[in-house]
């Protein structure tokens, strides 16, 4: 059975610090990884997507890779703002479509 | 696109009451999936539907729970009956065909008294 981890489960920054949250799973068979934030109170919005085959991927200031084989991911994100203040969630999706979620990054951003 | 829509919002019952969740997702998709978010358990998948078709249903705690989804544009979570536990935040979620990204509703938020 997979199982999804996130360290730290609690961050909390200045403005304008460069940080890494990660993401480790048991189970390497995977066919992608995704990134969420979810706000208190709100759904998940999805950030990124990393499919199997690749190594990472970059939106604005958020950069996800993915090691496979090693069963990790990180997502960076740099220069963080107030803004990005959010629970931080990666999901990793094996076969039969099904995501599995880690618990989750709260991270705080302070001004 | 408005996204994946959830009714309700919120919902407060008392246990033992029957309570039906709503759900409609993003137009041209083709995977729907219900989850639960809880502070003990984290996000939870409960039942995965392809096409329509429950696909994986192994999630479902109990036979109290049951979902259907009659056509591609909407899908029903049932509880009956409910009890205090099952108390959480439930999300949908719908998917493109293949393994691709998911995109959630904004949730219901159940309380049973």
């Known amino acids: 059975k997979q199982e999804v981890t996130q360290i730290p489960a609690a961050l909390s920054v200045p403005e304008g610090e460069n940080l890494v949250l990660n993401c480790s799973f048991t189970d390497s068979a995977i066919y992608n990884l995704q990134w969420f934030r979810q706000d208190p109170g709100k759904g998940l919005t999805s950030l990124l997507l990393?499919?199997?085959?690749?190594r990472e991927q970059t939106s604005g200031r958020l950069n996800a890779s993915l090691d496979k084989s090693s069963g990790r991911s990180t997502l960076y994100i740099a220069a963080s703002q107030p803004g990005d203040s959010a629970t931080y969630l990666c999901a990793v999706r094996n076969a039969g479509n099904m995501l599995t979620f880690g618990g989750g990054t709260r991270l705080m951003v302070k001004p | 696109d408005a996204g994946v829509i959830q009714s309700p919002r919120h919902e407060v019952t008392e246990m033992g009451q029957e309570v039906t969740l709503r759900c409609k997702p993003i137009?041209?998709?083709?995977?729907l999936f219900w989850y639960r978010q809880t502070m003990m358990r984290g996000l939870e998948l409960l039942i995965y539907?392809?096409?329509?078709?429950?696909?994986?249903d192994s999630g479902m705690p109990e036979d109290r729970f049951s979902a259907k989804m009659p056509n591609a544009s909407f899908s029903t979570l049932k509880i009956q009956p409910s009890e205090p536990r099952d108390s959480a935040v439930y999300f949908c979620a719908s998917g493109g065909s293949g393994y691709n990204e998911q995109f959630f509703g904004p949730g219901t938020r159940l309380t049973v008294l």
């Open positions: 539907f392809n096409n329509n078709v429950p696909i994986d």
């Open positions: 137009s041209g998709h083709n995977s």
């Open positions: 990393i499919q199997s085959s690749q």
